[in-house]
C-alpha cells in the first residue's frame, strides 16, 4: 500500500507564507510526476503547481512568482511553499503523486488527505 500524508496546513494573514510538505511511504517502487491541487468550497479541484522526478515545473497562472514547488527524490517528499498568500488560495490543498509499486506495473495516482489552507485576517 501507498500513502500519501500531507502537512504544514493552517491559518495564516495576507501576505504571510506557509509551507506544505507531503511525504509518500509504503511499497513504493518508483515515484514519476508529484504536485498540489486545492479544491475552494463550491469549486473544483483545480492544479496548483507540479514537478517531475527530473525537477521541471508547472504553475497556475494564479500563483506564479508566489509559489514555489521542490522534491527531495531520497525522501520521496514534495513542498510547497507559498509566499504573498491571498485570501482566494484558501481551500483544501491535496498531493498528488503518479507511482509505480513493482517493477511489472504500471504507475497509477495516488492522493493525499488534504491539508486546509486559510488565509484571512
Known amino acids: 500500500q501507498v500513502q500519501l500524508v500531507e502537512s504544514g496546513g493552517g491559518l495564516v494573514q495576507p501576505g504571510g507564507s506557509l509551507r506544505l510538505s507531503c511525504a509518500a511511504s509504503?511499497?513504493?517502487?518508483?515515484?514519476?510526476?508529484m504536485g498540489w491541487y486545492r479544491q475552494a468550497p463550491g469549486k473544483q479541484r483545480e492544479l496548483v503547481a507540479s514537478?517531475?522526478?527530473?525537477?521541471?515545473?508547472l504553475y497556475a497562472e494564479s500563483v506564479k512568482g508566489r509559489f514555489t514547488i521542490s522534491r527531495d527524490n531520497a525522501k520521496n517528499t514534495v513542498l510547497l511553499q507559498m509566499n504573498s498568500l491571498k485570501p482566494e488560495d484558501t481551500a483544501v490543498y491535496y498531493c498528488?503523486?503518479?507511482?509505480?509499486?513493482?517493477w511489472g506495473d504500471g504507475s497509477r495516482g495516488y492522493w493525499g488527505q488534504g491539508t486546509q489552507v486559510t488565509v484571512s485576517s
Open positions: 514537478i517531475t522526478s527530473s525537477g521541471t515545473t
Open positions: 509504503g511499497s513504493i517502487f518508483s515515484i514519476y510526476g
Open positions: 498528488n503523486a503518479a507511482i509505480r509499486t513493482s
